[in-house]
């Protein structure tokens, strides 16, 4: 097992592995930027390293001082957190080329994944079904071929990244070359990657996810699926497992399919697979995250795993401690992302010094926070304040205590998602079970 392990990101997640290496008896050490200087979390840590300005492309996505720092500090692995490098190949290279362990799947695995075209390929080569469309474009007079052969609408995806970015819904040959250019110009600017494919648009889809979690030793788990459904501009507001309403034969196909594409990548370590569910129960693969996910958290209170910690005994060598038939989740988990955003404003971030911060607990509650009363939000990065877990027997349990925890939730004066939040948990078709992912955009059109 690892002595030191240092966390090359910051915020909720840096705690989150904080914790987890404290559990284990590892030794800690943080990277931070001016920003983060004095962040509560750090004090936590055995050392910390300042690696720059706050400005990310000049400290959090500096590669280089996030090895200098892990080898000052005797660092035998780093863990990326998610975001910032935790889905770049040629980090994972750096440090293993340094001898230090990323705690992830393999640069190869990474590329091949990361791509979206290439993941494509991969699913078909593997019989799972894919959104029909492309595997790449490689001028806009190919796109509108692409797009007339498998009829509007059309949904443009940067082949790099996630998140939403780089996507753009194109309803007719006519906004096709503008929603191209977008589309490329995002996906240069956040993924230094201008590629883009073509798929058709999945009309009223859940979207639903299977967590995997694999050794060096041949051995690969699900741990079933996450629904991150409720979205607004494709990026997940909600997650929460079970999936409402999904058959019992299509979440057994769904988590086949997710175990076979692992294998075929010769994947390691944590990583998701992503899915498409259309009114019928059709499923078609989209994507894979090869890190762990922001929504983590929901998989850990059905399953009792812990995946940082797993990630970690992964990464040192560790066969995995569980197999497939000892994983058998029990009750519901939903999760939150609370947010410094005004939603009457369009979800304007709303970063300022946090006067008053009262969690809310109770049985079957989770906060996942580095924030405090006293604590300032800056403006340098995502908005998110932290993850609200709960995890009862029954979906509408979890609601109505979801709901108890909000109303109970003050963070001020900062404006936050909570009041947003508490409309969608009252919203009669997500009580039912009953959204698909334009559920935001057409019941909250404002």
Same mark, same amino acid.
């Given at each position: 097992?690892?002595? +030191?392990?240092?966390?090359?990101?910051?915020?909720?997640?840096?705690?989150?592995?904080?914790? @987890?290496?404290?559990?284990?008896?590892?030794?800690?050490?943080?990277?931070?930027?001016?920003?983060?200087?004095? =962040?509560?979390?750090?004090?936590?840590? $055995? $050392?910390?390293?300042?690696?720059?300005?706050?400005?990310?492309?000049?400290?959090?996505?500096?590669?280089?001082?996030?090895? @200098?720092?892990?080898?000052?500090?005797?660092?035998?692995?780093?863990?990326?957190?998610?975001?910032?490098?935790?889905?770049?190949?040629?980090?994972?290279?750096?440090?293993?080329?340094?001898?230090?362990?990323?705690?992830?799947?393999?640069?190869?695995?990474?590329?091949?994944?990361?791509?979206?075209?290439?993941? +494509?390929?991969?699913?078909?080569?593997?019989?799972?079904?894919?959104?029909?469309?492309? $595997?790449?474009?490689?001028?806009?007079?190919?796109?509108?071929?692409?797009?007339?052969?498998?009829?509007?609408?059309?949904?443009?995806?940067?082949?790099?990244?996630?998140?939403?970015?780089?996507? *753009?819904?194109?309803?007719?040959?006519?906004?096709?070359?503008?929603?191209?250019?977008?589309?490329?110009?995002?996906?240069?600017?956040?993924?230094?990657?201008?590629?883009?494919?073509?798929?058709?648009?999945?009309?009223?889809?859940?979207?639903?996810?299977?967590?995997?979690?694999?050794?060096?030793?041949?051995?690969?788990?699900?741990?079933?699926?996450?629904?991150?459904?409720?979205?607004?501009?494709?990026?997940?507001?909600?997650?929460?497992?079970?999936?409402?309403?999904?058959?019992?034969?299509?979440?057994?196909?769904?988590?086949?399919?997710?175990?076979?594409?692992?294998?075929?990548?010769?994947?390691?370590?944590?990583?998701?697979?992503?899915?498409?569910?259309?009114?019928?129960?059709?499923?078609? %693969?989209?994507?894979?995250?090869? +890190?762990?996910?922001?929504?983590?958290?929901?998989?850990?209170?059905?399953?009792?795993?812990?995946?940082?910690?797993?990630?970690?005994?992964?990464?040192?060598?560790?066969?995995?401690? %569980?197999?497939?038939?000892?994983?058998?989740?029990?009750?519901? =988990?939903?999760?939150? *992302?609370?947010? @410094?955003?005004?939603?009457?404003?369009?979800?304007?971030?709303?970063?300022?010094?946090? $006067?008053?911060? +009262?969690?809310?607990?109770?049985?079957?509650?989770?906060?996942?926070?580095?924030?405090?009363?006293?604590?300032?939000?800056?403006?340098?990065?995502?908005?998110?304040?932290?993850?609200?877990?709960?995890?009862?027997?029954?979906?509408?349990?979890?609601?109505?205590?979801?709901? *108890?925890?909000? =109303?109970? %939730?003050?963070?001020?004066?900062?404006?936050?998602?909570?009041? %947003?939040?508490?409309?969608?948990?009252?919203?009669?078709?997500? *009580?039912?079970?009953?959204?698909?992912?334009?559920?935001?955009?057409?019941?909250?059109?404002?």
């Amino acid at each position: 097992m690892f002595k +030191r392990i240092l966390i090359a990101n910051r915020g909720d997640v840096a705690l989150r592995v904080i914790r @987890a290496c404290r559990e284990m008896g590892i030794e800690v050490s943080c990277v931070f930027s001016e920003a983060d200087r004095g =962040a509560a979390y750090l004090e936590l840590a $055995d $050392d910390a390293v300042c690696i720059g300005p706050a400005a990310p492309a000049e400290s959090y996505l500096r590669s280089d001082r996030i090895i @200098a720092a892990a080898e000052v500090t005797g660092a035998e692995a780093i863990h990326p957190g998610y975001g910032f490098l935790a889905e770049n190949a040629q980090f994972a290279d750096q440090c293993r080329e340094s001898n230090i362990e990323f705690i992830g799947p393999s640069a190869e695995a990474m590329r091949l994944l990361g791509n979206k075209a290439a993941a +494509r390929q991969l699913a078909k080569k593997n019989k799972v079904a894919i959104v029909p469309g492309s $595997d790449g474009i490689t001028d806009d007079a190919e796109a509108e071929k692409v797009a007339e052969k498998i009829g509007y609408p059309v949904m443009v995806k940067a082949s790099s990244g996630g998140g939403g970015r780089g996507m *753009r819904l194109v309803h007719d040959k006519d906004h096709l070359a503008s929603a191209l250019s977008q589309a490329r110009q995002e996906s240069q600017a956040a993924f230094n990657d201008s590629d883009v494919y073509i798929e058709k648009f999945v009309n009223q889809p859940r979207h639903v996810e299977v967590q995997v979690i694999a050794d060096n030793h041949g051995h690969i788990v699900h741990l079933y699926e996450r629904d991150c459904t409720v979205q607004r501009r494709h990026q997940k507001l909600i997650e929460e497992t079970p999936s409402p309403l999904l058959a019992s034969r299509t979440r057994q196909s769904l988590c086949a399919a997710a175990i076979k594409l692992a294998k075929a990548a010769h994947y390691t370590n944590a990583g998701t697979f992503e899915f498409l569910v259309d009114p019928k129960g059709k499923y078609y %693969f989209i994507e894979a995250n090869t +890190r762990i996910q922001v929504e983590h958290p929901v998989t850990e209170a059905t399953t009792g795993v812990d995946l940082v910690k797993t990630q970690i005994r992964v990464a040192a060598g560790e066969k995995l401690t %569980f197999t497939q038939k000892s994983i058998v989740p029990r009750g519901a =988990a939903i999760e939150c *992302r609370i947010n @410094a955003e005004d939603p009457s404003q369009g979800f304007r971030p709303c970063p300022g010094l946090i $006067d008053v911060f +009262r969690p809310p607990g109770g049985l079957g509650v989770r906060l996942d926070t580095h924030a405090y009363s006293g604590y300032t939000i800056p403006p340098h990065y995502d908005s998110l304040i932290g993850k609200l877990i709960v995890h009862q027997p029954t979906r509408t349990e979890a609601i109505e205590t979801m709901l *108890r925890c909000l =109303a109970e %939730f003050v963070i001020e004066p900062t404006h936050t998602t909570i009041p %947003f939040y508490q409309k969608i948990f009252n919203h009669q078709e997500f *009580r039912e079970g009953k959204v698909d992912t334009s559920f935001i955009e057409r019941v909250f059109p404002q």
